[in-house]
């Protein structure tokens, strides 16, 4: 079973979203995607200071199977992307919601992480896409 | 079997071919200082029979549809008739310089034009130009021109182009390439596009949307009239993605559908040689509004004569796409294909491909393989899902795969669509025989049982090939393709 930390705000398509206590969001991608997607190759940060839109495709995460967008799960302005991730992608398979972090963005507006899910919410459709 | 050593590693000083020597040392003098090599160049040093017998030896360890079954979805690995070869290979066409004029040229440009009037018939296009050397040269023509369809309107505010996320990957990073960007909309669970979600996307900034039909799940889009209705009223354009044309081959027609511009990969459905990276040939098919820019070289006819068509007579075109004729010894040889069949029997290049899909699609829900949308009836492809096999089993598409090579069957196209878990696309062609497509069916059921008895032995598949499994994390990362011997 995919671990889907109780704390954290989810997108349908598989994003996490860390609330930080500065106005700011941490992203990266769910457990159960890296693990989807298997290993990891090559991530494509955004640059920093790109305006992002919620829904619009701002990095990609790359594995032996397949390349895939990662969607900004808010709307905001990107203040850091993870460099390490240009060395050494394998961190979004070993510590997904850790080191493998993608990027951070500044929220347009605060409410919008209401938009998200919670963790059960989460975990009820990675179930769901499971049995589907 | 095996490992072949590098050519490199098998020579040994002073060995030479002597045939294939050239007679006297060639005169460098009228080749400037400055252009000439400082040291000599690295070459092998074997002899004629090692030659021969390091090639033969690569060539067998080569998986061909000419050797086996090669089910891999939206590739149409078909067999490639003989008699293609032969003709394209006539001294009329091998000794043809491509600076000789028109007039010496009228059988080769004949072929070609007859190819290109054949083609828009089959897709009810207006016309077709054969320039674009690979299906996505064809493709990128086709958005290349949806673009400055809209730029010669003045209608610059069309930025986005439609795919659906089951697309091949080629058409998004067309879309960008021609600087759109790209709007996703999802597959509804019937495996058609969710109209809903269409209808949210059109709008005054859409310029097109790119369309397979039959789509990547290996089903018919059943509204397509509907969409391309939606997408026209809203002032976009049509562009249809040829991968899986086989399906539909003279049975119903892109350009009757409403798509505006097409391209064909003759490597696919017009059977010419295909994979190990080409040559390909991505013909594209042009509808009404695009035909003013329509690539070059085209070939025209003038009162029984025939000429390339250039910007002169094209002014428009969004330019040339190829320095010569395109691919000619492919389009010959796609012309011969299209003439032995004939009308009649493209129609049942497309009947036959279905009829195989199906049946092997039956024959494996049959045995318990989970097919995706079993409620449809495939095209010319379908999709099987080895998600409960991963989960009770513990082997996955990818050990399948691997393990199907060790059987004598190519691997079919694996985690493509990405929106399909562990899933396994196939396509067996019309080219097949029952008996091929039930072996295919009990390679699939041994694997299974292996499976069942010994998880690690289908994880350590194959066993049988020149190399064993591959570590893909590491060539995806450390990928080093270049010779590092010693320099003499």
């Not at chain 2, 035909?291 to 003038?302: K, N, R």
Request: proline share 5%; glycine share 10%; hydrophobic share 40%.
């Amino acid at each position: 079973m995919s671990n889907v930390p109780s704390d954290l705000k989810y997108a349908s398509s598989h994003e996490w979203v860390r609330q930080d206590d500065d106005g700011t969001v941490t992203v990266g991608i769910s457990d159960h995607a890296q693990d989807a997607l298997g290993d990891l190759v090559f991530v494509e940060t955004p640059e920093i200071d790109r305006t992002v839109e919620a829904g619009e495709a701002v990095a990609v995460v790359e594995s032996v199977k397949a390349a895939s967008d990662v969607y900004a799960p808010v709307s905001g302005t990107v203040i850091d992307a993870n460099a390490q991730l240009q060395d050494a992608p394998e961190l979004v398979n070993t510590d997904a919601y850790g080191e493998g972090w993608i990027m951070r963005i500044k929220l347009d507006d605060p409410d919008a992480l209401e938009e998200l899910m919670d963790a059960d919410a989460y975990e009820q459709l990675i179930t769901e896409e499971d049995d589907g | 079997m095996s490992q072949e050593s590098l050519i490199f590693d098998l020579g040994r000083s002073g060995r030479y071919a002597r045939a294939q020597a050239p007679a006297e040392h060639a005169d460098l003098a009228d080749i400037p200082a400055e252009f000439r090599r400082k040291q000599r160049a690295v070459m092998p040093e074997v002899s004629e029979l090692q030659v021969v017998r390091h090639y033969t030896r690569l060539s067998q360890k080569n998986f061909s549809i000419d050797t086996n079954f090669y089910p891999l979805g939206s590739c149409t690995m078909k067999y490639n008739p003989r008699a293609c070869n032969s003709l394209a290979m006539l001294p009329g066409f091998l000794d043809r310089h491509p600076h000789a004029p028109d007039s010496t040229g009228q059988g080769f440009l004949g072929c070609l034009y007859n190819l290109q009037e054949m083609l828009a018939e089959v897709t009810g296009m207006k016309t077709v130009s054969l320039a674009p050397m690979a299906g996505a040269q064809g493709e990128f023509a086709g958005v290349a021109m949806i673009r400055a369809y809209h730029d010669a309107r003045g209608d610059d505010g069309r930025t986005e182009i439609i795919v659906p996320d089951a697309a091949h990957g080629t058409n998004p990073a067309t879309a960008v390439m021609c600087g759109y960007k790209v709007r996703e909309i999802p597959t509804a669970a019937d495996g058609d596009v969710d109209m809903a979600a269409l209808q949210e996307a059109v709008g005054p900034q859409t310029a097109g949307i790119m369309l397979t039909n039959p789509s990547t799940v290996g089903v018919f889009e059943r509204r397509i009239q509907e969409i391309a209705t939606l997408v026209h009223e809203a002032g976009g354009l049509l562009y249809y993605d040829g991968a899986n044309l086989n399906a539909i081959l003279g049975k119903v027609r892109p350009g009757d559908m409403g798509f505006d511009v097409i391209h064909i990969n003759l490597h696919k459905t017009f059977s010419t040689p295909h994979g190990g990276g080409g040559p390909g040939a991505g013909a594209i098919g042009v509808g009404e509004r695009l035909l003013p820019h329509t690539p070059i070289p085209q070939v025209g006819e003038d009162n029984g004569q025939y000429y390339w068509r250039t910007e002169k007579d094209i002014p428009q075109t969004i330019g040339r796409l190829s320095a010569f004729g395109g691919n000619a010894g492919v389009l010959l040889r796609a012309y011969v294909y299209a003439r032995m069949l004939g009308r009649e029997g493209m129609t049942r290049v497309a009947e036959y491909s279905t009829l195989n899909a199906n049946y092997l699609m039956t024959r494996l829900k049959a045995e318990g393989f989970q097919v995706w949308l079993p409620e449809r009836r495939a095209s010319h492809e379908f999709i099987i899902s080895l998600k409960g096999e991963a989960k009770e089993l513990g082997v996955t598409a990818g050990d399948f795969a691997k393990r199907l090579l060790d059987l004598g069957y190519h691997a079919p196209t694996a985690y493509f669509p990405l929106l399909v878990p562990e899933c396994l696309l196939i396509e067996p062609t019309e080219t097949e025989t029952v008996d091929d497509l039930d072996g295919f069916v009990q390679a699939m059921v041994t694997i299974r049982e292996e499976a069942r008895h010994d998880k690690e032995f289908v994880k350590g598949a194959p066993y049988n090939m020149p190399v064993r499994r591959l570590d893909e994390v590491k060539a995806a990362k450390e990928l080093d393709l270049k010779w590092q011997g010693e320099a003499s």
